[in-house]
């Protein structure tokens, strides 16, 4: 038995789980009747109950399609999901095969955690050039993990950690979950759900209209602007699009990207680029946002409301707007406007130390997957999918918030899996039943398929992933 298996909460059945989601979001309740869960913990190796997330969440997202199209048709469908697909599709980016060869490399040869002088971790992310550059420069060593690693050895773990945030770059320091609970930025968050929905504007009901051709799905004729980047967004934005919706990315020349992440993620949305500092581009991107029906955006807190396009502005603009805003550390306390990441927010929260003390280890050890990225970015969707449901009906313009740190909690909340550290790890032999191959502008890509399985309107990609900024900056007509 794992160190923490004996004193902590078995974790809940992953019905209930979806179905405090569902109560929280103000859905109908009828719809749970028609989900279908199957599978158990453990699902990988880990004492969190990653597997119950994994299926909780993308279930979630799932049942809001099928609920949105009840609403357009008067007909329910059922909806089915597997735990071990869901965890599988939780690891996309480690799946994904180019023409049958590795994806390109994910990380940065530096990135990843390190003792410091005090005998505490930090972990550095230093996959975007600047946050390298800038780590770089504050340690004042070479482009090593050696001399990296020998800097650090001259600084405390959160000395490091506050000076690298003040600075603009990603770290975490490494904490206890009891250092964790002590800190101002879990006591902001406490009792805050996962996701949040806001009405913060007044439009009057929206419908959906009826579908148009016998191919229609549930959010065709939906537009979603997708500012995201990374996974939790861009796992948002492919989940939309896998249900029907008109997915437009708006990325730029200048900003950095991640090439595996933006293949994997970029199935069934197009992709244009737009320079936000520049007026004719920010008059485009206006013009996009009048025809949009949702913005999903990721960027640092503040960002795009600097640009003016923040949720008040473009409630202004558009109402009845669905505005999604994803965050790091969450929307309340000192840490709201700090940038982090997945593997970030994993350590700082104490999930590290925690899968580290289970597994008699004195090293950070990461969860098995980038479950608070792909939990975010399912909930992301669910919460755009609820907003939608409800402006139907109640009209208005709504803002919906997910955070990583949020998703910790959760996850936390969910318990911990007796002998979860022994489940087999799942290479790609192992999950071969559920990959699919699909051209695209990359080549040939070998992708997981999506996890949920619709009666009436299978979940489906019909565009294939591009590199960025092959398309126009414009919406197709609907219908």
Request: charged letters at 20%; a negative charge.
């Amino acid at each position: 038995m794992n160190a923490t298996s004996a004193t902590s909460p078995v974790p809940p059945e992953p019905s209930e789980v979806v179905a405090a989601l569902w109560r929280d979001a103000g859905m109908p309740a009828e719809a749970l009747g028609h989900l279908s869960l199957t599978g158990a913990e453990p699902v990988l190796p880990s004492s969190f109950a990653v597997g119950t997330a994994a299926q909780a969440s993308l279930s979630a997202s799932a049942l809001a399609a099928a609920a949105l199209w009840a609403q357009r048709t008067g007909r329910w469908q059922q909806v089915g999901v597997d735990m071990r697909h869901a965890i599988t599709e939780f690891r996309s980016e480690r799946y994904l095969r180019v023409d049958g060869g590795a994806a390109p490399e994910l990380w940065d040869k530096i990135a990843g955690t390190y003792q410091c002088g005090d005998g505490r971790w930090v972990r550095l992310h230093t996959n975007f050039p600047h946050h390298r550059d800038g780590v770089l420069h504050l340690l004042g060593c070479a482009n090593d993990k050696a001399a990296v690693q020998a800097a650090l050895g001259k600084w405390e773990a959160e000395a490091f950690e506050t000076a690298a945030s003040d600075a603009g770059m990603v770290v975490a320091a490494m904490r206890s979950f009891d250092e964790w609970d002590r800190h101002p930025q879990a006591a902001a968050l406490r009792g805050l759900p996962p996701v949040t929905i806001e009405r913060i504007g007044e439009a009057p009901p929206q419908p959906l209209p009826e579908p148009a051709s016998p191919e229609a799905r549930p959010l065709s004729d939906v537009r979603v602007l997708d500012f995201t980047r990374i996974i939790a967004g861009p796992v948002a934005g492919r989940t939309l699009a896998a249900h029907g919706a008109d997915v437009l990315l708006v990325t730029a020349a200048h900003l950095p990207s991640i090439a595996p992440l933006v293949i994997d993620t970029g199935r069934g949305k197009r992709s244009c680029q737009l320079d936000l500092r520049d007026p004719d581009d920010k008059r485009t991107l206006h013009k996009l946002l009048h025809g949009a029906d949702v913005v999903v955006q990721g960027y640092r807190p503040g960002g795009l409301a600097e640009l003016g396009v923040g949720p008040e502005a473009a409630a202004r603009a558009r109402p009845g707007i669905v505005y999604v805003s994803l965050s790091a550390y969450g929307h309340v306390g000192p840490w709201s406007g700090k940038r982090g990441f997945d593997s970030l927010v994993q350590t700082a929260t104490g999930f590290n130390h925690a899968e580290a003390q289970a597994a008699g280890s004195g090293a950070p050890r990461p969860l098995p997957a980038q479950v608070l990225d792909h939990a975010a970015g399912y909930l992301l969707a669910f919460g755009a999918m609820a907003a939608l449901h409800r402006r139907a009906v109640e009209g208005g313009s709504w803002h919906v918030r997910v955070s990583l740190a949020q998703v910790a909690q959760w996850l936390r909340g969910l318990g911990r899996v007796a002998d979860g550290l022994h489940a087999p790890e799942q290479k790609i032999d192992d999950v071969a039943d559920l990959l699919e191959v699909l051209p695209s502008g990359f080549g040939m890509l070998t992708v997981v398929r999506h996890a949920a399985q619709l009666s009436e309107t299978p979940a489906r990609w019909t565009l294939p992933s591009e590199p960025l900024g092959t398309h126009a900056a414009e919406w197709r007509p609907r219908g």
